[in-house]
């Protein structure tokens, strides 16, 4: 929610006449909007008095904004998280992320990046079966005394967990353009 952007809509203002009613620059008033950061000083004195409101009034706006962030940010991370439970439990890797999504995907950016994470789960869990069933084929012909079953198992565990702990630094650092693979199930 971008809050000058969508008070001023709300008061029918173009980014030029809230300029010139406020005194302000119009580049300020699109740098207010585009970074959606909170007004300081005398811009925000200044839009506060066009729009008809206390200072501390559009101050609390955008604290809001900043607290819905940061709870959508955790929900995400809970989500990718939440892969982590295949080690205990079949499939674990796409029913837990799956019922956390489906309870936070009111908000557009955990949907889409709930999809993201879900989706890739759904790929690699499909990848690793097919690849458990290829196993005592290729094992058979390549390693004749062997089974490899386990290590490959080994394998795509670890490099699961390298992918959820990976996608997790990007969260972290506010990198949401995670796990993009064309094919979609959901």
């Not at 990046?113 to 012909?141: E, K």
Request: hydrophobic share 45%; net charge positive; with cysteine.
């Amino acid at each position: 929610m971008i809050v000058i952007k969508n008070i001023r809509e709300q008061f029918g203002h173009t980014q030029a006449e809230l300029a010139k009613q406020t005194g302000l620059s119009l580049r300020t008033i699109q740098r207010l909007e585009s970074s959606n950061k909170e007004p300081k000083g005398h811009s925000l004195v200044v839009l506060s008095e066009v729009f008809n409101m206390v200072p501390s009034d559009l101050q609390n706006q955008f604290k809001s904004v900043q607290q819905t962030k940061a709870a959508e940010k955790t929900s995400i991370q809970f989500i990718n998280l939440s892969v982590l439970s295949f080690l205990g439990i079949p499939f674990g890797n796409i029913i837990l992320p799956l019922v956390l999504w489906r309870q936070q995907r009111k908000s557009k950016h955990i949907d889409e990046t709930g999809r993201r994470i879900i989706n890739f789960q759904i790929i690699f869990s499909a990848v690793l079966s097919i690849l458990l069933c290829l196993t005592p084929f290729i094992g058979r012909t390549f390693f004749s005394d062997t089974s490899i079953i386990l290590y490959v198992l080994f394998v795509a565990y670890a490099i699961n967990i390298g992918i959820v702990c990976y996608t997790a630094l990007k969260l972290r650092r506010n990198n949401f353009n995670v796990l993009n693979i064309p094919l979609r199930f959901i």
